[in-house]
């Protein structure tokens, strides 16, 4: 343990049997306060809000985990038109958001030229950093949207391991969810990928592979979150992910990509709001918070969810000063 310790406190780079070794620990507490540092150094006490928009809730695949996927009869499907997406944008510009993530579900609908055209109306009209998550596109899609200006893609890879993919996503391979990753890092664009913890078949070493999955992308950003039953999906008779494991991910994924930005992920917040908080103290160094309209939020239902959005301005504020009651600077 000392040699771990001290190949932590050297920036050497941990192995797949060291990284699951640690995530097994009785007492992962010296290990928290090692990622909090390294959080602290890159970052000080900042804490980064973004803002995310859900602008479709159509998705033509069916992962297995995902309310949002295909199969699913029972979720009423919304398309934003541009001005919607636009427009919202500009209020939570006006609310102070500096960065927007444009999060859908795969929907062919959305063309690569539309997507484009939204990122450069944004650009015209406000300063902010544009990331966008539709999913897996070509080459030449992902090539054009950042041409327009995006500055930022996630595509979180899910699972590291081939078998457990295959049997989440029949609609897709993990090959081709690195290779769309490999893509997206080549083009320049600043790269998310993340994982959940709690899928079925998942194992310390499948979780330790997924860290050193993000560390030779090498992610910029990286979202990992526990996965959370959803009745209307073939995962609904499986248990909700471990909070405890998710951060020790998290803490591991600090001390592994020191400079990466970090989210406490809402899913986190779903199943315990005070381990959102906590998740700030384990390497976790930004914040995503919802801007989808009322009347189409409650159908972007990847997973169940208490976390409803109202008033973008008044929860822009409840935000920060929630952030500030940790003793954290909100940026
Ligand atoms: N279509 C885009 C994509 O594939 O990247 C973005 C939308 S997708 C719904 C966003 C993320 O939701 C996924 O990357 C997945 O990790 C997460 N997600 C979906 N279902 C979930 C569940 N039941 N529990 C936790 N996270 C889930």
Redesign the pocket.
């Known amino acids: 343990m000392n040699n771990l310790i001290h190949k932590i406190k050297n920036r050497d780079e941990l192995t797949k049997e060291e990284l699951s070794h640690l995530l097994a620990l009785d007492d992962f507490s010296e290990i928290f306060r090692l990622a909090d540092d390294i959080r602290y150094e890159n970052f000080g006490n900042y804490v980064d809000i973004r803002a995310i928009l859900e602008f479709s809730n159509y ?1 033509k ?1 069916k ?1 297995k ?4 996927n295909s199969t699913n009869k029972n979720v009423k499907r919304y398309r934003m038109s541009v001005d919607e997406i636009l427009e919202t944008v500009k209020t939570a510009y006006d609310a102070g958001y500096k960065t927007i993530v444009l ?4 929907d062919n609908y959305y063309t690569a030229k539309m997507i484009g055209d939204i990122v450069r109306q944004i650009k015209k009209h406000t300063s902010m950093v544009v990331t966008v ?4 596109l070509s080459y030449e899609d992902y090539k054009y949207i950042k041409l327009c200006g995006a500055d930022r893609y ?3 890879h ?1 699972t590291s391991d081939e078998k457990i993919y295959s049997y989440l996503h029949s609609c897709g391979t993990l090959k081709n969810r690195l290779n769309a990753l490999k893509n997206i890092k080549s083009l320049g664009y600043y790269t998310g990928s ?3 913890i709690g899928l079925p078949f998942q194992t310390l070493d499948t979780i330790a592979n997924d860290i050193l999955t993000l560390a030779s992308i090498p992610c910029d950003m990286a ?1 990992i ?6 009745s209307d ?1 073939p ?1 609904r008779n499986l248990q909700n ?1 471990s909070t405890e494991l998710t951060k020790r991910a998290v803490a591991l994924t600090r001390i592994m990509l020191p400079k990466a930005h970090l989210p406490a ?1 809402t ?1 986190l917040g779903v199943i315990d709001s005070k381990e959102k908080d906590n998740i700030f103290s384990c390497g976790a160094n930004v914040i995503m918070r919802k801007v989808t309209p009322q009347k189409y939020e409650q159908y972007y239902s ?2 169940p969810s208490n976390i409803k959005v109202s008033d973008i301005y008044k929860e822009r504020k409840i935000l920060e000063q929630q952030i500030k009651n940790l003793g954290r600077i909100p940026v």
């Open positions: 998705c695949r992962c985990y995902c309310g949002l999060q859908s579900g795969e998550s539709s999913g897996e996630l595509l979180k899910e993340g994982f959940m979202g979150g526990p996965f959370i039953s959803h999906t995962l992910g992920t899913a990847i997973y």
